[in-house]
Nanobody, 126 residues
């Protein structure tokens, strides 16, 4: 059974950092990603990684501040978030099993991913 379990969310002041983790059980995936959804807004792609040393893609709004990475031995995906802004506040979701990169508008849309975690909340105060 596939399970994606996010952790690491919390409350932080603007300019601070958080690292989100996504523990994956049941399978190793070709690609994984992070999405976020703020209240009243659509879920949006934040970052996508093709595993095993493959390419990474970021939303323009987080480039230079967020870093997606993986630990193959632990089958865990990470999102290091630095220089956080109040507009980064959202529920963050880990997702897995995405389409080929040439078929996606990076960092991908929710419809491009097959499996989802339950989310972890990030709140950034000004």
């Amino acid at each position: 059974q596939v399970q994606l379990a996010e952790s690491g969310g919390g409350s932080v002041q603007a300019g601070g950092s958080l690292r989100l983790s996504c523990a994956v059980s049941g399978h190793k995936y070709y690609c994984m990603g992070w999405f976020r959804q703020a209240p009243g807004k659509e879920r949006e792609g934040v970052a996508t990684l093709y595993t095993g040393g493959g390419s990474t893609y970021y939303a323009d709004s987080v480039k230079g501040r967020f870093t997606i990475s993986e630990d193959n031995a632990k089958n865990t995906l990470y999102l290091q978030m630095n220089s956080l802004k109040p507009e980064d506040s959202a529920m963050y979701y880990c997702a897995a099993q995405c389409n080929r990169p040439d078929s996606m508008v990076m960092p991908g849309a929710p419809v491009d991913f097959g499996y989802w975690g339950q989310g972890t909340r990030v709140t950034v105060s000004s």
